[in-house]
């Protein structure tokens, strides 16, 4: 299990290919190069942001913790909503100001995996040479290539070398989850769940779950990975304090027991692996 505490990270830029002011808390990522690569953050904007509307070749999360994350006109993941935002799937354009979100971005089933931030801003500051960004847009004023592209789009290209093939999306727009009209289930010994949703066949994996005090809870995995995030309270797990912020990774075939003395409530996202998937789907 591995355990990173937000409280103790600083926020930093990751990329300029967008325009306004965004930062980052990077928690937990993934392997690099791989279809299953994921970056799990806290985003936050306290200035004006903005992005065209676009599509990505991979998959996000994010569960808005305060203000609201706007993806389109009159489009927003409240605080407490969760949005999920498929591969190949429009939204935007973006204009937001004071948000913060726990943020999950991560390679679809697809199989085409999910471009780092090292190599987002590397690639980034590369394609500067040849032309600027506004706007969210890359604007090219020398070398091959289309004269104007989207920003993200275009750093991808020049990073992997290749036109970006988008897939065909399997959700239509952005899914808004409003978890507050979910019901509790019983999981365990004082312990709760919600189940938000299972998406695309990769299966992946949405829900809350809520310890009572003096409650526990087995969380088991087998192939897939567990990528959770303590909304409240307090929890304890082998060697490990849960507390309010703390970011955390369940590896596969991995068993941990959480309990809670006060009670406390964690979003948990459970990821298959993508490889294989995209195969058995064609």
Not at 107 to 113: L, P, V
Request: with cysteine; hydrophobic share 35%; net charge negative.
């Amino acid at each position: 299990m591995r355990l990173v505490d937000s409280n103790q990270i600083q926020w930093s830029i990751v990329s300029g290919h967008r325009e306004g002011d965004i930062r980052f808390k990077r928690l937990i990522n993934g392997t690099e190069g791989s279809p299953d690569n994921f970056e799990l953050s806290l985003a936050t904007s306290r200035g004006e942001y903005y992005t065209p509307r676009h599509r990505h070749n991979f998959e996000q999360i994010r569960l808005c913790l305060e203000g609201a994350v706007n993806y389109g006109g009159g489009k927003e993941v409240k605080a407490g909503q969760v949005g999920y935002f498929p591969e190949g799937a429009y939204y935007g354009p973006q204009n937001m100001t004071d948000q913060r979100a726990l943020v999950l971005q991560f390679g679809g089933a697809s199989g085409q995996g999910f471009m780092s931030y090292r190599q987002l801003d590397e690639g980034y500051k590369r394609l500067k040479e040849f032309g600027e960004f506004r706007m969210g847009v890359f604007h090219r004023r020398d070398g091959e290539g289309r004269r104007n592209q989207d920003g993200y789009e275009a750093v991808w290209e020049f990073v992997n070398g290749r036109k970006l093939e988008y897939q065909a999306p399997r959700y239509a727009e952005t899914v808004l989850i409003e978890p507050s009209a979910f019901g509790w289930r019983a999981a365990g010994m004082g312990a709760q769940r919600k189940l938000l949703g299972v998406f695309s066949e990769r299966e992946l994996k949405l829900e809350i779950i809520r310890l009572e005090a003096g409650g526990s809870l087995q969380v088991r995995t087998t192939e897939e990975i567990g990528l959770g995030y303590v909304l409240s309270g307090a929890l304890e797990a082998p060697d490990a304090a849960l507390v309010d912020g703390v970011a955390f990774e369940i590896g596969p075939h991995e068993q941990v027991v959480m309990s809670s003395h006060s009670g406390g409530e964690i979003f948990l996202m459970t990821l298959p692996p993508a490889v294989g998937r995209a195969a058995a789907a064609d």
